[in-house]
């Protein structure tokens, strides 16, 4: 693994790196900086199209997180 394969990879899908760019990243404080630059960017991106998408969609998650807005044990009392 070197610094250009590396970088090259960080273009296509920095959240998923497997062991020898996990590897490289750990020896190498540039690749380490340039990683971290492409995550911030991948959340900004993930956030911008969460927004756009939640105001169409009503507020769905892309990121399959646990989201279910309808229910909300707080408001589970009953009338009596
Ligand atoms: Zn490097």
Do not use: K, T, W
Request: charged fraction near 30%; glycine fraction near 6%.
């Amino acid at each position: 693994m070197n610094c250009r394969s590396f970088r090259r990879h960080l273009l296509i899908d920095p959240r998923h790196l497997d062991a020898s760019l996990r590897d490289h990243a750990a020896r190498c404080s540039f690749c380490a900086q340039a990683l971290e630059r492409a995550l911030a960017f991948e959340r900004r991106l993930a956030d911008a199209v969460q927004q756009e998408y939640g105001q169409v969609a009503g507020g769905e998650r892309l990121d399959g997180a646990d989201h279910d807005p309808g229910h909300n044990p707080s408001h589970d009392q009953r009338s009596v």
